[in-house]
C-alpha cells in the first residue's frame, strides 16, 4: 500500500524519478509570471479537446476521409470511451491523440496545448501488449525511463510501484513468454504510466480477454484510474465495458468517423458489479446500441423501450442518500 500512495504523490512532488529528463507536466502549462493558484484554473480545462479533426489517408491509391470533423472533449481526470465499427477511425484517433499522426485539419489540444510530436503527456496502451520478449517485466515496464535517461535505481524503483500498481509484483522478474494474456496486458499498462503521464490511452486494450478477466480489468482499471488521476480516452468494441467505465461514450459512425453521439453514462462512482445491473445503465448501453445501428427510428424505439422500467428500478437501486419518505427538498 506504501508504494502505491508513493506513486501517487510522485505525481506532484519533484521526486528523483521526474528529473531525468522528462519535462515536468505542470511546468509546461504555467507561464512565468502565473501563480499556483492559476495554474489550478489551467488543470480544470479540458484535459483533451478535439476540434472539427479531419484526417485522410491514400488507400488504394485513392484520398480516403478516416475522420470527418470530429469534436468532442475529455474533461480532465474524465473516462471517455470511444465506439464505433471497423474502420471508422478509432485507431487514428488515438493516434491522433498521442501526437504520432497529425489532422489533416482541425486543432487537438491537451490542457489547452497543442498536442507535439509523440507526446510526452501520453501514455499509449494497444490492444496486444508488444512487450519486448527478450526483456522481463520489471525491465519492460522501465524500459520507458530507460529512454529518457533515468537513472537505474529510479527506474527500478519507479517499475517496482508500478508492477505493484497492476498487481504483478509477483512477476517481475517473468519474461512475457512466462505471462499469461491479462499479464502481459497488465505490464503493458504500468508501461504505459511509467513517465506519469496525464492522459492515458486504451486502444481495445482488453478486447482478447476472455468475459470475465475482462470485468476483472475494467474494475482495476477504475481502480488504477483513482490513484494515478490520470485522464482517460478508450477505445472499445464492447458496449457494456464502455458504459461501466465512462463518464461519456463517443459513438462514431461507419468510415468515414464523425461523432454520432456523445451518450452521457449518469452512473455514480465508484462502480462496482452490480453497476451493470442498474437501470441507467441499461438506458445509457440502448441508446448507445441504437445509434450504433444508425437509424433514427431504432434510437427513439430503444429510448422510449428503456425508460420506464428505469424509472422504477432507478428509485429502487437509489444510493443511501436517497429518502424513499421524503419529499423534494
Ligand atoms: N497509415 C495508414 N495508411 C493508410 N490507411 C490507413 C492508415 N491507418 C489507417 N488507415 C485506414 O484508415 C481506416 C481507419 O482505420 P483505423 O483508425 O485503424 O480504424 P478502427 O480502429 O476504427 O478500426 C482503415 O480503412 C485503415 O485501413
Ligand atoms: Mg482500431
Redesign the pocket.
Known amino acids: 500500500m506504501a508504494k502505491v500512495d508513493a506513486l501517487a504523490g510522485s505525481r506532484r512532488s519533484k521526486s528523483g524519478w521526474e528529473k531525468g529528463g522528462r519535462p515536468v507536466q505542470r511546468e509546461s502549462v504555467r507561464a512565468p509570471d502565473q501563480t499556483w493558484e492559476d495554474e489550478l484554473t489551467l488543470q480544470d480545462k479540458p484535459a483533451i479537446s478535439l476540434e472539427h479533426v479531419s484526417r485522410r ?3 488504394d491509391g485513392r484520398q ?1 476521409t ?1 475522420l470527418d470533423d470530429v469534436s468532442f472533449e475529455v474533461p480532465a481526470h474524465g473516462i471517455t470511451a470511444v465506439l ?10 488515438l493516434r491522433l491523440v498521442a501526437g504520432l499522426l497529425t489532422p489533416d485539419s482541425g486543432t487537438i489540444e491537451i490542457g489547452g496545448e497543442r498536442v507535439a510530436d509523440a507526446d510526452q503527456r501520453v501514455g499509449l496502451v494497444f490492444q496486444e501488449p508488444r512487450l519486448l520478449p527478450w526483456r522481463t517485466a520489471i525491465d519492460n515496464v522501465a524500459f520507458p525511463l530507460e529512454l529518457a535517461g533515468v537513472s537505474r535505481a529510479e527506474r527500478r524503483e519507479r517499475a517496482t510501484a508500478l508492477l505493484d500498481l497492476v498487481g504483478l509484483s509477483a512477476f517481475a522478474r517473468a519474461y512475457p513468454q512466462q505471462l499469461s494474456g491479462g499479464m502481459r496486458q497488465r505490464a503493458a499498462i504500468a508501461r504505459a504510466l511509467a513517465r506519469d503521464p496525464q492522459i492515458l490511452l486504451l ?1 481495445e486494450p482488453f478486447s482478447a480477454l476472455d468475459a470475465l478477466t475482462r470485468e476483472r480489468f475494467n474494475a482495476e482499471l477504475l481502480e488504477i484510474w483513482q490513484r494515478t488521476g490520470t485522464t482517460i480516452l478508450i ?1 472499445t468494441h464492447s458496449i457494456a465495458e464502455a458504459c461501466f467505465l465512462a463518464d461519456e461514450v463517443v459513438v ?1 459512425t461507419a ?1 468515414p ?1 464523425r461523432v454520432a453521439a456523445r451518450v452521457p453514462v449518469p452512473l455514480g462512482r465508484p462502480r462496482r458489479d452490480d453497476t451493470l445491473d442498474s437501470a441507467a445503465f441499461s438506458r445509457a448501453a440502448a441508446t448507445i446500441r441504437a445509434h450504433l445501428s444508425g437509424s433514427p427510428a431504432d434510437i427513439a424505439a430503444q429510448e422510449a423501450a428503456a425508460a420506464p422500467v428505469s424509472d422504477v428500478l432507478e428509485r429502487a437501486g437509489a444510493p443511501a442518500w436517497f429518502d424513499p419518505f421524503g419529499g423534494p427538498g
Open positions: 489517408f491514400v488507400i480516403v478516416v464505433g465499427p471497423n474502420g471508422s477511425g478509432k485507431s487514428t484517433l486502444d477505445v462514431l468510415r468517423g
